[in-house]
C-alpha cells in the first residue's frame, strides 16, 4: 500500500515562505506524475503543481513565478517551495501520485497539510 506523507505546513505571514515536503513509501520512480493540490474552505480541490517522471512541470496560473516543484530520488520526497505567499494561498494541501500500469490508473493521496497565511 502506497503511503504519502506531508509535513511542512504551518502559519506564515503574507510575503513569507514555506516549504512543502511530501515523503513516499515507495521509490517516486514508479509514479508517472507527482504533485500537488490545494482545496480552501467551501472550494473544490484544484492542481497546484505538477512533476513528470520525465522531469516536466506545470503549474497553476496562480502560482507561477511563486512556487517550485522538486523532486529527490534518493529520499523519495516531492518538494513545493512556496514563496510571496499571499492570504489567497490558504489552503489545505495535498500531495498526489499517479501510476498508470497496462491501461489503469491509480491515484495515491496524502492526508494533506494546512497552509495558513495571514494578511
Known amino acids: 500500500q502506497v503511503q504519502l506523507v506531508e509535513s511542512g505546513g504551518g502559519l506564515v505571514q503574507a510575503g513569507g515562505s514555506l516549504r512543502l515536503s511530501c515523503a513516499a513509501s515507495?521509490?517516486?520512480?514508479?509514479?508517472?506524475?507527482m504533485g500537488w493540490y490545494r482545496q480552501a474552505p467551501g472550494n473544490q480541490r484544484e492542481l497546484v503543481a505538477r512533476l513528470t517522471s520525465g522531469g516536466s512541470s506545470n503549474y497553476a496560473e496562480s502560482v507561477k513565478g511563486r512556487f517550485t516543484i522538486s523532486r529527490d530520488n534518493a529520499q523519495n520526497t516531492v518538494y513545493l517551495q512556496m514563496n510571496s505567499l499571499k492570504p489567497g494561498d490558504t489552503a489545505v494541501y495535498y500531495c498526489?501520485?499517479?501510476?498508470?500500469?497496462?491501461?489503469?490508473?491509480?491515484?495515491?493521496w496524502g492526508q494533506g497539510t494546512q497552509v495558513t497565511v495571514s494578511s
Open positions: 515507495t521509490t517516486i520512480f514508479s509514479f508517472d506524475t
Open positions: 498526489n501520485a499517479e501510476k498508470v500500469s497496462y491501461g489503469r490508473r491509480s491515484l495515491y
